[in-house]
């Protein structure tokens, strides 16, 4: 079966950093990817990893342990247009979506 | 734009009805999903289709069906709906039909049921 944990809600202040944890128990897996998806609105794909390590995209990065079934999104410079839930989803067959972590940032 | 599109936006239908839900994904892309999400929650997988075949199968009720046509675009039915069906859903879409793709959301259906 697949199971993810994320943190419900999170709260950081414009311009700070804040890391989203996410961890999974997957029966399989083809990689792990983190969706951002404002209130009504569609998700949109932020990154994908694959690998062991660090992948940086701006001022977002993810980060991967395959061994340690852990996942985390990092933001940097936070910005009000952040105040976002994001979602953690793991590859494995077909994807399996945390149930997300809401972001509030406040001035 | 993610290039997927779903008709309607809103729909609003009472209890017992049916209703079909549209997809058209993205040039190119052969994979089509299924979301459910209701209010407050995360996105419920329902069904995959690839290339007009059916490859996995969430959790979705026998009251939902679903298929992909030729022409690549997907339909969703919900059947004898409930006011717990009320819900956002979501189609996406991708190249392939493995784990690895990135998934492409359309804007989605908000579905009322009275």
């Known amino acids: 079966g697949q199971n993810i944990d994320q943190p419900t809600e999170m709260t950081a202040t414009e311009g700070a950093i804040v890391q989203i944890n996410c961890t999974y128990q997957?029966?399989?897996?083809?990689?792990l990817f983190w969706y951002q998806q404002h209130a009504g609105e569609a998700p949109t794909f932020l990154s994908y990893n694959v690998l062991d390590g660090l992948e940086e995209k701006g001022r977002f990065s993810s980060f991967l342990s395959r061994s340690k079934g852990y996942s985390y999104l990092l933001l940097k410079e936070l910005q009000m247009k952040d105040s976002a839930s994001y979602l953690c989803a793991v590859g494995a067959g077909k994807s399996t979506f945390g149930d997300g972590t809401t972001l509030t940032v406040k001035p | 734009d993610s290039g997927v599109t779903q008709t309607p936006k809103h729909l609003i239908t009472a209890t017992g009805q049916r209703v079909t839900l549209r997809c058209s994904p993205r040039?190119?892309?052969?994979?089509v999903y299924w979301y459910q999400q209701s209010l407050d929650q995360g996105l419920q997988f329902l069904i995959q289709y690839y290339n007009g075949e059916e490859r996995a199968k969430g959790n979705i009720l026998e009251r939902f069906s679903a298929q992909q046509f030729p022409d690549l675009h997907s339909e969703l039915n919900l059947s004898s709906l409930e006011l717990g069906d009320s819900a956002l859903y979501f189609c996406a879409s991708s190249v392939g039909s493995s784990g690895t793709d990135t998934q492409y959301f359309g804007p989605g259906t908000r579905l009322t049921v009275l």
């Open positions: 040039s190119g892309d052969l994979s």
């Open positions: 997957t029966s399989g897996f083809n990689g």
